[in-house]
């Protein structure tokens, strides 16, 4: 009998064990058609409704304030946002007891996350790296020739790492070290390179980062505040205190939100007008038509006692509609996507840094879809398809030396001078 009680006292230990490590790395198994418990029915959903709001005002009135600094200072913003990212991701898939075998390996993702930052922030800022330094003959001759070779460093940084990583390779180690490559290219392509179209959109006029960036936070909270009151019906099984009532009342606010919203931020010229540098200085320049008002008379539509009888309404708010439509139905399936992501990983969140929200990544999923969105938008219907003197000097100033534009520089002067005898 003794033996039997002392041969069985492992085992059920070990089995306590087992089960106590499982429910750690596990989520949840269902416990609804949908996958889990609607929000309407958590009973610490006002403790955490609590916690979110802290946040979330913290989050905001910081994310002002940068806006508020300018495209510089947003620029910055963008920048720690992806390193933080990029390092919940590379946590992901890590391994403690592989890392230790191979000293210096983690140095590897971050080098090639720092090369492709080069690469993508320097084809997005060397004009308005030149622009900025024009006035300084040396220090133009030197970025002229970084630019020059941008291409050339970049591939050569790339190209070392990839023989760093070759010559790393060890026995029995091959499968992790090869996803880990995999895995680090996917964070590149999926998480920066989507994520990167802010910086991008930033210095077409900070209108067109703040109003999209705004939209998905708008739609993410109402989309709580309407699935916490009302929430009786699932909406996909993939996060499962999303409700259709949520979706929904989040969809109608936040159109509602964008046409309001781009008639006040259409105004500030400090958010309309592109930066062509990278001073911090105010910004003074034509908004141009999309956002100079057109007024629009009421009367027949409402009574006469009625204070406003006009309205004045910016083109740019018919845009605006488009950016609220796509952020409301389409942006929120990056939210699911990363939500079918975790369940696969077995985790709740990627990270816990930000209290009641999780990790920065659990933040930014719809918004880097927003984000390459906005981009392509602005490219597509906004900005005029044909050449500008804008575009013309930019490719000037990014493409040809100095001794170049000054040939040119003669060489149009020549033309325009035969042009004016032959017109004399």
């Known amino acids: 009998m003794q033996k039997d009680t002392s041969t069985n006292a492992p085992s059920s230990t070990g089995a306590k064990i087992r089960h106590r490590k499982r429910s750690t790395e596990a989520v949840p198994e269902v416990t609804k058609a949908n996958g889990g418990q609607l929000l309407v029915d958590d009973k610490s959903k006002y403790k955490s409704m609590l916690i979110r709001a802290y946040s979330s005002i913290w989050m905001i009135g ?3 304030l940068i806006i508020y600094m300018g495209h510089l200072y947003i620029t910055a913003m963008v920048v720690v946002i992806q390193i933080f990212m990029a390092k919940e991701l590379f946590n992901l ?3 403690a007891h592989e890392d230790r075998q191979l000293p210096g390996f983690r140095l590897l993702n971050w080098h090639f996350f720092f090369t492709a930052m080069l690469f993508v922030y320097g084809r997005i800022l060397s004009p308005r790296l030149v622009n900025t330094v024009t006035s300084d003959m040396v220090l ?3 970025v002229s020739s970084l630019i020059k070779y941008h291409m050339v460093i970049c591939y050569a940084l790339y190209i070392s790492g990839f023989m760093w990583f070759i010559l790393t390779l060890k026995k029995k180690m091959y499968k992790y070290q090869f996803g880990q490559y995999a895995w680090t290219h996917m964070i590149l392509i999926v998480v920066f390179g989507q994520s990167s179209f802010t910086v991008a959109s930033i210095f077409k006029g900070i209108f067109w980062f703040l109003l999209p960036a705004t939209l998905i936070v708008i739609n993410d909270i109402a989309a709580y505040i309407f699935g916490f009151f009302f929430g009786r019906t699932p909406l996909i099984k993939l996060s499962p205190k999303k409700t259709w009532e949520g979706f929904i009342g989040a969809s109608i606010s936040t159109i509602i939100s964008a046409f309001l919203l781009a008639n006040v931020m259409g105004r500030s010229k400090w958010l309309t007008c592109p930066r062509k540098d990278l001073t911090t200085g105010w910004l003074d320049c034509d908004p141009g038509p999309l956002f100079k008002p057109d007024p629009y008379s009421l009367s027949g539509w409402i009574p006469h ?14 845009h605006a509609v488009c950016l609220g439509l796509f952020a409301s139905i389409i942006a929120p399936f990056g939210g699911f996507f990363a939500s079918g992501f975790k369940r696969a990983f077995k985790i709740k969140d990627f990270g816990d840094s930000i209290p009641g929200h999780g990790g920065i990544t659990d933040r930014m999923d719809c918004q880097m879809v927003m984000a390459v969105f906005a981009y392509i938008y602005h490219q597509s219907f906004v900005v005029p398809q044909s050449l500008s003197v804008e575009m013309i000097l930019d490719q000037i100033f990014m493409n040809l030396s100095f001794d170049e534009q000054q040939a040119l520089y003669r060489r149009l002067g020549e033309i325009l001078q035969q042009g004016f005898q032959s017109h004399s």
Do not use: D
Request: glycine fraction near 8%; charged fraction near 15%.
């Open 93 to 95: 898939l890590r391994r």
């Open 305 to 318: 006692w009625f204070p406003w009888q006009e309205i004045t309404i910016l083109p740019v708010q018919g």
């Open 140 to 142: 133009y001759r030197l």
């Open 62 to 64: 910081g994310f002002a």
